[in-house]
Structure formats: C-alpha cells, structure tokens
C-alpha cells in the first residue's frame, strides 16, 4: 500500500476522521494501530521483528539510564548497539559478508560453501533501524531521559507516515510530539495539503515518467553505448531519483501535518547546490545528519591502537560507510568513496576559491550558475552506481562516458517526443524550486497571490490526471 494509491486514500481517509473526533489518548492509539496494519500490507511476517526491535530498545534506553555503574551502563549501551546492528547485519548484509568469506577463502587456496539466507528485506528496516538506535545513544551521551511510556514509544517506532522511508527522524524530536497533546492549525492543515499535493506530482509525473525512460538505458547496461546517450540518461535519472525519494518525503511530511506533526525537512532544493559540502546540507537531510551526529562526529575523536584517525581517513570511512547503509554491493560502497573524495578535494580548493570574488553582477550570476551546474554533472555521475544494477555495469557506464562520448547518437532513437514532454513536466518542479531557494522557504506558494495559487493547484492536478503514471510504481528507496 503506497502513497500514490486509492488503497491508501481510502486507508488515510478513514484514519483521519476516526483521529479528528478521538482524545490525545486515543489519537496516539488509533496511530499506533493504524501504523501496524499499514506495515502488515507490505508483510505481516516483519511485524514480529518491529515489535522486537522496539521492545528491546524501549528496554535497554530505561536500563541504561537506571545504572550508576559506568561499566555496566556502557555494556549495556554495547549491547543494544550490537543487537540493532545484528539485525540490519542477518537480514540485509549476510550474504554480502557470506560471500565475501567464500571469495577470501578461496584466494587463499581453500573451498567453501558459506550458509547463505535465502530471505526477503525487511521494508524499511534500514529506516526504522537508524531511528530506533539514536534512542539508547541519546540516553546514553545524557541528551535525552527515557520514557516508560511504551505505546508512545512503540509510535515513535512505527509512525506510518515515515516508517518505510524516512525521514529518519529522532526521539528528542518526535517522542515530546506523541506525548503532548497537538492542536491541528490551518497553517499546518494547508500547508500538509500543498506537500501531499506537490509530492504526488514529483511521484507520478515526473518520477515515474522518467523511469520509462530511464530503464530503457539501465535496466541491463550494454557496454559500448554511445556516451552521450549514457549521459544523458544520468542526467535524466538524477531528476528521477530526486522526484522520486523527495516526493515520498513531502508526502511523509504533510501527511504528518494533516496530524497535527512536524517531522524534519529531507530535501531543501538540492540541485540549486554550487559545491559539495552545499550539496549534502540538502540531500538527504535526515540521514546525513544523523551520519554526522552519531558516526562521523564519533569517529572524529575516537583513538585507535591510540592515535585519531587522520581527518580525510574520517571522512572516506564514514562516507564508504553511508554508501553500504544504501544496500550489500560494492557499487554503494563506491559510490560512497567518490562522495568522500569530492568532500576532501572542495576542502582543499576552497581556500583558493573563496579568494576569487567576482564584483559584477552579471559575472558573479554567470559563475553562480556555472557551478551550480558543474555541482549537478558531479552529482549525476555518482548516481551511475545507483541508476545500474551491478558495480560491473556501472563501470561500463563510466567507461563509456569517457572514452566513448564521441559515439554518434540520435536522441530520436530514446523517443525525442517523450523526452520533450518530460522537459516540460520538469519546469513546474524547477521554477517553483527556484523561489523555495532564493526564499529559503519550501511554503513560499503561500505568499503568493491566491489567483496564481489557484493556477498552480490546477495545473499541477490537470498534469497529474493526464499524465501521471497509475501503473504503481515502488518508491526507489523502498529497496534500501
């Protein structure tokens, strides 16, 4: 059951008017429940190992803080950090590391057949994962005071709008949300209606347009493509992915106004970035956030055989290992690297860089769009580990970017008719992206004339009626 299904409206509708009579006591109740059964649409099976999860986390947090003695407090806190771990480690990496050994041990000369686990992924274990183990270390860095009010935190845990994918939020945020009572404002009840609205265009005009397009060129890369086609389906994928994951997002987002919940902005127009550090202040919030706050911060200042780990060896270590949180290949891993690299060579050029000011006016918009493009190829390119379905293809792809560019192409050939619609279901996207950054306000539509707020409504559910993709496609996240 996915956002951009009748399913789901009938399901939300329903659970909204049941929410709108109830008490705070009840709301949090009907949630919870609510939460439980949109997780057992996907897999009733899962909903065993979410309850573990919250069961012994919701355990383990009010344990840690009970204890005096610090030995036994960190132990615990080692614990829990392990057991959350383990659970990402059996169901999503086993046959990575599993096969890993094999490979190992075969260059060594041996034969072997390693256990493998022949079982699905868990939807959204990587999500609800992350955000459940920001608990104990809140608890245990003395950030945060338990609850002992286990259905708030079971709600924490499940709340159906973000469950599946992100945003990732944390517990200091959230928990004081449930556990207070909300009042639902008419800032918050419109504003949840323009995200839900906005979200389900990026989804089904957009996203789900471009991958038609897209999947024609990854779906099984032929290594020797001309280049420029590769490219340009890089490119094309980038604004697919985009529309895709922070359409979910906006979703996620207003659905949780409609109730009266402010969760954390995932994307702030990421593609109007002129440099790498910009850039992942906008992508992906929720999870480079917290990358940055419990592993990148963390292995900034631990000792190891007691020396630091050199800064860009922090770096490359903590991006390789966000790249691995995306899946169990290699090309995640990469992609992760190539991120990392980027990071440590802006931070060697930006001495020189922030030198050079341009005076002019015209100059200086001139260079500002020559880097936010510049910043944009960079960014696409990394996306060539995501777009293709092995780290062999990817490199293929690669290979034919840069060796094999000055192969002709006919963009006829990808359908230039189709590809002239999609430029136009882009401008909306782009040109109302280009206020939220010069305002820095992603409700910058409500400041606008009522006249051309009703323009914009129309024309977005017109474009969305003739040509968004019904045919339910899988958010792209949802694999991770």
Sequence with gaps: MQFNTLHFAFFFIVVYILYLISSHKWQNGLLLLASYLFYSFWDWRFLSLLWLSTIVNFLCGLGIEKLTDERKRKALFIVT?????????????????????????????????????????????????????????????????????????????????????????????????????????????????????????????????????????????????????????????????????????????????????????????????????????????????????????????????????????????????????????????LWGIYHGFLIIIYSKLRPFTAALTVKNRTLSAVSSALKTFAMFILFSLGLVFFAANSTWESLFAFRDIIFNFSKPFHPGSLGSFYIGMIAIFLMPMIIIEYFQYRSDDELIIFKWPALLRGVIYYGLLYLIMIYGVFSVQKYYYFQF
């Design 81 to 333: 950090i392990c057991f959350n771990l383990a659970i990402l480690g059996i169901f999503k990496y086993f046959n990575f590391f599993s096969e890993g050994l094999r490979t190992f041990l075969w260059l060594l000369g041996f034969q072997a057949n390693p256990m493998t686990l022949n079982i699905i992924l868990p939807l959204g274990i990587s999500f609800y994962t992350f955000q459940v183990m920001s608990y104990p270390i809140d608890i245990y860095w003395k950030r945060i005071k338990p609850t002992d009010n286990f259905p708030s935190f079971a709600l924490f845990v499940a709340f159906f709008p973000q469950i599946i994918s992100g945003p990732i939020e944390r517990a200091r945020n959230m928990l004081p949300q449930i556990m207070n009572e909300r009042k639902i404002t008419a800032e918050q009840f419109y504003g949840g209606c323009w995200l839900i609205l906005w979200g389900l265009y990026k989804k089904l005009v957009i996203a789900d347009n471009l991958a038609k397009v897209t999947t024609t060129v990854f779906t099984s890369y032929a290594p020797g493509t001309p280049g420029g086609i590769t490219l340009l389906m890089t490119f094309a994928f980038a604004f697919q992915l985009y529309a895709d994951f922070s359409g979910y997002s906006d979703m996620a987002r207003g659905l949780a106004r409609l109730m009266g919940f402010n969760i954390m902005l995932n994307f702030r127009t990421p593609f109007f970035s002129k440099n790498p550090s910009d850039l992942w202040q906008r992508w992906h919030i929720s999870l480079t956030t917290w990358i940055k706050e419990y592993l990148y911060y963390p292995l900034g200042l631990a000792q190891f055989f007691g020396r630091q780990l050199n800064s860009y060896a922090v770096i490359l270590l903590t991006w390789g290992i966000m790249g691995f949180w995306h899946g169990p290949q290699f090309k995640y891993i």
